[in-house]
């Protein structure tokens, strides 16, 4: 069965640091995600990608995030200058249409220190 | 705002059980409802997806049910195995807002006795 993919599953980075987080969504879907969960707390949206561009954010995805679909296979999560409070778990989510069930990949666990 | 609670936080069963998890929405205008389970350190896999028009879904020994009118939902577990041990979120996608964010619970953690 189909997969949505996301590498590094571990990334450490240090304070003010820039990082990148891969995902591979499944290869027939056209709506893509973020979303991160801290330790302890709920699962909550960062963003939507559809046909190119965001389609939506949330409050937390302010300009210290973007995303980019650099290719035809990749879609990925840039965090600038990063913060303690950052340190999350990173998923991935993709969907063949906007109303269909989201497939989530294994995140990245992004620690910051 | 949509909100998603969800009730018990923690259930521990004897293997064998049946048994009954319960998700709950502020905001009953709603595209759909999803169960994930999320195994420890692990990403969320999809059980289960209800949409608005839908009383319930079936898969194997889960059942899913909406009660949109009223707010809520269940997701049934017959015979329960240890393997079933995991966090089940319930996330619902809402009109209010977007349609195209997920809205999640914070999960019931359940540990099932061999």
């Known amino acids: 069965e189909p997969e949505v993919t996301q590498t590094p599953s571990h990334q450490v980075t240090q304070m003010g640091q820039e990082v990148i987080l891969r995902c591979v969504p499944i290869s027939n879907h056209l709506y893509f995600y973020w979303y991160r969960q801290i330790l302890g707390q709920k699962v909550e949206f960062l963003v939507s990608f559809y046909n190119n561009e965001i389609s939506e954010k949330s409050e937390i995805f302010d300009d210290q995030f973007s995303v980019e679909r650099p290719d035809g296979s990749n879609f990925t999560l840039k965090i600038r200058s990063t913060k303690l409070e950052d340190s999350a778990m990173y998923f991935c989510?993709?969907?063949?249409?906007?109303?269909?069930?989201?497939?989530f990949g294994n995140g990245t666990r992004l620690t910051v220190t | 705002k949509q909100e998603v609670t969800q009730i018990p936080a923690a259930l521990s069963v004897p293997e064998g059980e049946n048994l009954v998890l319960n998700c709950s929405f502020t905001d009953s205008a709603i595209y759909n409802l999803q169960w994930f389970r999320q195994d420890p350190g692990k990403g969320l896999t999809s059980l289960l997806l209800?949409?608005?028009?839908?009383r319930e879904q079936t898969s194997g020994r889960l059942n899913a049910s909406l009660d949109k009118s009223s707010g809520r939902s269940t997701l049934y577990i017959a015979a329960s195995q240890p393997g079933d041990s995991a966090t089940y979120l319930c996330?619902?996608?809402?009109?209010?807002?977007?349609?195209?964010?997920?809205?999640f619970g914070s999960g019931t953690q359940l540990t099932v006795l061999p």
């Open positions: 996330a619902v996608r809402s009109f209010t807002g977007s349609a195209r964010q997920l809205t």
């Open positions: 209800i949409q608005s028009s839908q």
């Open positions: 989510a993709s969907g063949q249409e906007n109303n269909s069930p989201l497939h």
